[in-house]
């Protein structure tokens, strides 16, 4: 097979004492396509994409996770597919029985365009505002490549430009066995992640990656209802009593508490048990899980999201889904899937300089990936779930570590995966979701916890271990499954930005509403007819404004009442202001922008007739 390296894109950048190099070849490998990267730049999160199992690359020159999109300042170095399996794979150790792992991974690309398959954009296309789509694989043998064990990925990317939905990137992985690529054998215990190393954000001068914390939602599981249970740890408490931490505003934030630019990022812990599972809002509900719903009195209510007017799941939800009950009122919720990372106290500064609030672009963002669903679909068409807590998906682990812990080995990629790194900074779901795995011959225990329950936790965040900020990495891992000749694993996540934790959480939330409304996959978001009577009409100016004063144009078919809201890119209201009753036809109204910060904005007018929506952005 004949191998020409070409370097298309060299960078580097120096992580503390260490000098990384990044590299994308071109394949030049019989008939496969080049590697290319195709950008995203449509909604407000840009990134590019590269059809080698990578996302981003900002020092190649592609936005890498970009937000607000046009403002510069990226949250993503790279972001990387890892895949593994143990067993008996490639077809030169056929005896063997091992731990493989085939990845895409800085300057060790063991992933390539598959042929056929090139990258492709479509605007629009069959899903989504903005799309691309390109396949890869782990079988091109070339020089020292490891052995493959016979796997493609056909890697599809959506991205929306409807208010409110244009803070993420969903992407959708079907992961394929072909055995005459491989040894022949099934792949047992196949495990697919998404590693994400993030610097927050470009747009901190000093040291952006290094002053970096990382975080998950979702571990902390209690409910009650239709599928009931209690989690105890270890030391006797229950997990609904416990509330391991708070989160609130930076104290040495110049800006005033209700400015909507001063977020809530900073994280203090109450607790001596390392176990959090806070409920900040009160609400009786785990802030860890995204409320699909309440039910009051045999009536279920969804919350509105102010941005785009639309009722979050009412066209559609996650069949298997938790209850938990709180007096009279019942919540119906799902763990969130979510690792993240945000812009931490930087050691090099006196004063806490959390999101870097002075800068003119602030580092306020948090980034993450969130596991939306996964199953199998066996190669004779039927579908299989994994047996999973309750019927609903969670990952496998989520683990975190530091640069100076880079595994290199397929063995210590496949423990990474497994949450098993030096320090056990990581959690697995547990022997109801991993009964027919752990302990399995075919995949060895990666882990044992002494008090296992449904979702164990062993340590998720450097905080909960007093590590100190630093250039951080997460890795969410999902299955495992089984892989015979033909059949395909489907993954379904993305990556999401908002402002602060409550953005973010907001637009995560989003994310999983646009995956279930109106049966996404085929027929498009559809939320235009989940507001009755809206337009997008509506004009504002300057745009950007670089100013105070700002002005609104729309047309009215009769005379109504109108008022128009301002909402930051979090989903906060920070203006409303009625206008009384004007006149049909087409009218302009002035407001107010002196309290606004530099950002985005989404405007909001309501009329007797309906909702129209604006854009616009803020330049101080």
Not at 171 to 192: D, R, W
Not at 415 to 441: H, I, K, R
Not at 495 to 514: E, H, I, K, P, T
Request: charged content about 15%.
């Amino acid at each position: 097979m004949r191998f020409v390296l070409m370097v298309v894109f060299i960078a580097f950048l120096s992580f503390g004492s260490s000098l990384h190099s990044f590299v994308f070849p071109t394949d030049g490998l019989d008939d496969r396509p080049d590697v290319v990267s195709e950008e995203h730049n449509l909604g407000n999160l840009w990134s590019g994409f590269v059809n080698i199992g990578s996302f981003g690359a900002s020092e190649v020159g592609s936005a890498s996770m970009e937000w607000p999109g046009g403002s510069g300042s990226d949250y993503l170095w790279i972001g990387n597919v890892w895949t593994a399996c143990y067993g008996e794979i490639t077809s030169s150790w056929p005896d063997s029985a091992g731990k493989w792992a085939s990845c895409s991974d800085y300057n060790n690309w063991e992933l390539q365009p598959s042929e056929g398959y090139p990258m492709e954009k479509l605007v629009p296309g069959p899903v989504a505002d903005e799309q691309t789509q390109y396949g890869y694989d782990d079988w091109y043998l070339e020089g020292d490549q490891d052995d493959p064990y016979g796997m493609m990925v056909w890697e599809e990317n959506y991205g929306w430009t409807a208010a409110g939905y244009d803070n993420f990137l969903i992407n959708k992985f079907v992961v394929t066995h072909h055995n005459e690529y491989g040894s022949g054998a099934p792949l047992e215990g196949f495990v697919f992640a998404v590693i994400g190393d993030c610097d927050v954000a470009t747009a901190d001068p000093d040291d952006c990656h290094v002053d970096d914390m990382v975080y998950y939602d979702g571990h902390a599981v209690w409910a009650n209802g239709d599928y009931s249970f209690e989690y105890t740890f270890d030391n006797g408490l229950n997990a609904s009593e416990q509330d391991g931490y708070t989160y609130q505003q930076n104290p040495d934030n110049p800006l005033s508490p209700s400015n909507p630019e001063n977020i809530y990022y900073h994280y203090n812990y109450t607790g001596a048990d390392g176990i959090p599972d806070n409920d900040v809002d009160q609400n009786g509900v785990s802030d860890h899980f995204t409320i699909l719903g309440k039910v009051v009195g045999g009536d279920t209510l969804h919350v509105t999201d102010p941005v785009s007017g639309v009722e979050l799941f009412s066209e559609g939800m996650p069949y298997y889904h938790y209850t938990h009950t709180v007096a009279d009122t019942t919540y119906l919720v799902v763990p969130r899937n979510l690792s993240y990372m945000w812009d931490s106290d930087s050691p090099a500064s006196t004063e806490d300089d959390s999101g870097e609030p002075a800068l003119a672009t602030a580092c306020n963002g948090f980034i993450g990936w969130r596991l939306l669903d996964y199953y199998v679909v066996k190669a004779d068409q039927t579908v299989e779930r994994p047996a999973d807590v309750w019927g609903y998906p969670i990952p496998l682990s989520h683990t975190w570590w530091n640069w100076e812990n880079d595994p290199g080995t397929d063995i210590e990629k496949y423990d990474y995966m497994w949450g098993v790194n030096p320090d056990n900074s990581g959690w697995f779901s547990g022997p109801a979701y991993l009964g027919d795995w752990v302990g399995n011959p075919n995949t060895p225990e990666a882990i044992d916890v002494s008090n296992p329950g449904p979702f164990p936790i062993v340590h998720d965040s450097p905080l909960s271990l007093s590590y100190p900020v630093f250039d951080y990495r997460f890795l969410i891992t999902m299955a495992p499954v089984e892989l015979e000749d033909g059949d395909s694993l489907y993954v379904i996540g993305g990556w999401v930005m908002g402002l602060g934790l409550d953005g973010l959480r907001m637009n995560a939330d989003l994310m999983l509403d646009a995956y279930y409304r109106n049966s996404i996959w085929g027929s498009g978001l559809g939320i235009d007819g989940g507001v009755q009577g809206a337009n997008t009409s509506l004009s504002v100016f300057p745009n950007p404004c670089p100013g105070n004063m700002l002005s609104a144009a729309f047309q009215l078919d009769r005379p109504s009442y109108v008022s128009l809201a301002v909402y930051d890119v979090a989903g906060r209201l920070v203006e409303n202001t009625s206008f009384g009753e004007l006149g049909a036809g087409v009218n302009t109204v002035g407001f107010d922008g002196s309290t606004l910060t530099s950002g985005i904005y989404f405007a909001v007018l309501k009329t007797e007739s309906g909702v129209s929506r604006g854009k616009f952005v803020m330049l101080r």
